[in-house]
Nanobody
Framework: VQLQAFGGGLVQTGGSLRLSCAASGRMSSAYTMGWFRQAPGKEREFVAALRYGAGTTYYADSVKGRFTISRDKSKNTVFLQMNSLKPEDTAVYYC???????????????????WGQGTLVTVSS
């Protein structure tokens, strides 16, 4: 599976953006899709994940209530709707995918073998 992320850009504090992650092949129900981000000088961190089959979602505490991960199975695409953006959300955002990812490892970037290129999100204050 090849992943392509897009939708980043420059937005003011309090604004919204929607990121998309399109998969080149059909994703089975066994897939878990995740969004991670990496700010300059910081480690890559978990943002959100979704069990592609069941639709179950997981979020980092820092984005809970503001970000929503979802999928459109007909388009093999996963989305990250980001609302109430803050300057600290500024980062390169990556989508990732994998199968057989157990719950205890769902927030670990090393659990995901497939990665899209990053898309930059900049939130101005």
């Amino acid at each position: 599976v090849q992943l392509q992320a897009f939708g980043g850009g420059l937005v003011q504090t309090g604004g919204s953006l929607r990121l998309s992650c399109a998969a080149s092949g059909r994703m089975s129900s066994a897939y878990t899709m995740g969004w991670f981000r990496q700010a300059p000088g910081k480690e890559r961190e978990f943002v959100a994940a979704l069990r592609y089959g069941a639709g179950t979602t997981y979020y980092a505490d820092s984005v809970k209530g503001r970000f929503t991960i979802s999928r459109d199975k007909s388009k093999n695409t996963v989305f990250l709707q980001m609302n109430s953006l803050k300057p600290e959300d500024t980062a390169v955002y990556y989508c990732a995918g994998g199968t057989t990812i157990i719950l205890s490892q769902i927030r670990s970037h090393s659990s995901y073998p497939y990665w899209g290129q990053g898309t930059l999100v900049t939130v101005s204050s």
